[in-house]
């Protein structure tokens, strides 16, 4: 018997369990960082970090309906330069810190990046789903030679390892899966866009208009982007979008995520999701008659 | 979800702050509060001050949403979404309410016969509902002495025998509540704090609210004395609205 079922690796990163905090949830301070690693997460990914100082939209900036969750946040946040202090916090917990950045271009997304890893970070998240300053409205991950540009150079100048997260508003994700083949691994997906009207004000209900969809309902989308990649490509891949329940977790595992992230699930069952399905987990396994979690990656991929 | 009602009555209660009145038929707990939406202007948490039904909302104006929102006429419709938030726990016995400014909004539902106040703010006019008190029952501070006490809440408090008191119950500014936290360290009390904090989402995804781990608006706003004595970023330590860190300047 496996002592350590649970165990997985992302990136030469051991995680305790896979499960790990999504990017942009809970995450903004250290000590709700290290909070959440102490309730259970494996690692927790900062929410996303630019050069400089943003205050992102007024709210509303979230909206909740039924079975799925619209964001429009703006990229808050207190510029790299401040965000030595929560890293350093988060890290009193003793479990892996990714720090999650954005930028511009190539050139942005390396300043910010040397910054993070000089904080201690065990790896960096590109998010690569922000506005595309040139091809206007699109967002920088659906231009695959941009992708590459930006995965090649961070991945020359940093000794950490560096994650692509994919935007799944995109044609061909599987192109821009290649474009950033040079990425430890992939974060696949960050939210759907969409957007809330209410009738009685007939106005978008969002302070931006337009969202992203994240929560249950994308869930059957991000498994089918997770399995479409691993199978065309066979990366590595962490699988994010809709994970409620330990079966959800599976389903990524089994269609090619070496470990999970989980986002929207903290608005309906607290911190305390990560010990509570890290639990349902090893029964699960012991039910599906597997020792150790790695066994069954991809297994659903042909 | 987004629910929807419509304005009854509103009334002055001084030159920048104003109540309204709305029909919402649920159960709303004491200390609880709401998100209110301007459309197309913006989103602010607001304490629910009287809860029956009608339930009433007091505004103070001090940005462009809480403006929008005083203007508000009976007939408008008001946007929002709650209640979030835990709620103060109600002890039998003697009770003190130690509110600063608009923090009297949300300390609003535990008036009552024999409940004692601590009324603190900058002017007379920031004085919410002290007259709603007992007479003999009431203790008034101003920063400029225009009315009571001329000094703060922790001022007007060293003037009380809080040791009579089962009870007692606090909300304000940051600042002002550090000060009487470690006053009222001072006794025996039961004593439970309604935190403030920046909320942007209300729901506990986005952080801003977040003090030493916990979220104010799914985990607080209300917390008791022991939990807040021990945090490391009570009274000294906030994020900005961007999430820079700010050290309070004691
Ligand atoms: C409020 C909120 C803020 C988010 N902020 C970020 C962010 O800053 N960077 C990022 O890469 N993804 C961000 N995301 C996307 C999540 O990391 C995740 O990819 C998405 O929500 C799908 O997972 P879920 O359904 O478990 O939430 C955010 C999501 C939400 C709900
Ligand atoms: S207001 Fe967003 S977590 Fe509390």
């Not at chain 1, 030469?12 to 690693?37: C, K, V």
């Not at chain 1, 808050?76 to 350093?88: A, V, Y």
């Not at chain 2, 039904?53 to 203007?71: A, D, L, Q, W």
């Not at chain 2, 608006?217 to 021990?230: I, L, R, S």
Request: charged share 20%; aromatic share 6%; net charge neutral.
């Amino acid at each position: 018997m496996n002592s350590t079922p649970l165990r997985t690796e992302i990136g030469g990163i051991t995680l305790e369990n896979p499960l790990m905090l999504a990017s942009g949830i809970l995450d903004e301070n250290g000590y709700t960082m290290a909070r959440i690693l102490r309730e259970g997460a494996a690692a927790v990914v900062t929410k996303s970090i630019g050069l400089d100082e943003r205050t992102g939209y007024m709210p509303p900036v979230v909206f909740p309906g039924d079975g799925y969750l619209l964001n429009a946040i703006g990229l808050t946040n207190p510029g790299i330069d401040s965000f030595g202090d929560e890293i350093r916090v988060a890290k009193e917990a003793g479990k892996p810190v990714i720090g999650s950045i954005f930028g511009k271009d190539a050139e942005e997304f390396l300043r910010v990046a040397l910054k993070m890893e000089s904080y201690g970070v065990a790896g960096i998240e590109l998010n690569l789903s922000c506005p595309h300053v040139k091809g206007f409205g699109s967002e920088i991950g659906s231009d695959p030679a941009l992708v590459e540009e930006i995965v090649g150079e961070l991945k020359r100048k940093l000794k950490v390892p560096v994650f692509a997260k994919l935007s799944p508003n995109v044609t061909d994700i599987v192109a821009i899966a290649k474009a950033a083949s040079a990425s430890d691994g992939l974060v696949l997906i960050n939210t759907v866009r969409g957007i809330a009207i209410d009738i009685f004000a007939r106005k978008p209900v969002l302070t931006n208009g337009y969202g992203g969809l994240s929560g249950r309902a994308i869930k059957p989308i991000g498994v089918r982007l997770v399995h479409e990649v691993k199978k065309e490509t066979g990366h590595a891949i962490i699988g994010v979008g809709g994970i409620y329940t330990a079966s959800d977790v599976m389903e990524y595992i089994m269609a090619g995520a070496d470990a999970v992230q989980l986002g929207t699930v903290l608005m309906d069952r607290g911190k305390s999701v990560f010990r509570e399905i890290a639990a349902e987990l090893g029964t699960l396994l012991e039910k599906l008659g597997e020792g150790s979690i790695r066994n069954l990656v991809g297994v659903a991929v042909s | 979800m987004m629910l929807n009602s419509t304005v009854l009555s509103t009334s002055r209660l001084s030159p920048n702050v104003k109540k309204l009145d709305f029909e919402w038929n649920v159960d709303v707990e004491p200390g609880q509060f709401i998100m209110i939406w301007s459309p197309g202007i913006g989103e602010i948490p607001m304490s629910v001050s009287h809860l029956g039904n009608p339930k009433s909302i007091t505004v103070k104006s001090y940005g462009i949403v809480s403006s929008r929102i005083m203007e508000l006429a009976p007939g408008e419709m008001i946007y929002f979404r709650g209640p979030f938030g835990n709620s103060f726990d109600i002890r039998k016995g003697k009770k003190l309410l130690i509110g600063g400014g608009s923090g009297m909004a949300s300390l609003h539902p535990l008036i009552g016969p024999g409940v004692h106040g601590l009324v603190a703010g900058r002017t007379s006019s920031d004085l919410l509902f002290s007259e709603e008190f007992e007479k003999d029952k009431v203790t008034l501070a101003t920063d400029d002495g225009s009315v009571g006490i001329r000094g703060t809440a922790v001022d007007a408090l060293r003037t009380i025998d809080v040791d009579q008191f089962d009870s007692v119950y606090v909300c304000g500014p940051e600042l002002m509540m550090y000060g009487v936290m470690k006053e009222l360290g001072k006794y025996s009390a039961f004593v439970q704090f309604s935190l403030e904090r920046n909320m942007k989402c209300g729901i506990g995804v986005c952080d801003s609210c977040s003090i030493d781990g916990f979220q104010l608006c799914t985990q607080g706003p209300v917390f008791e004395m022991e939990t807040v004595k021990n945090m490391r970023e009570f009274g000294k330590e906030r994020l900005n609205i961007s999430g820079r860190r700010i050290k309070y300047n004691l």
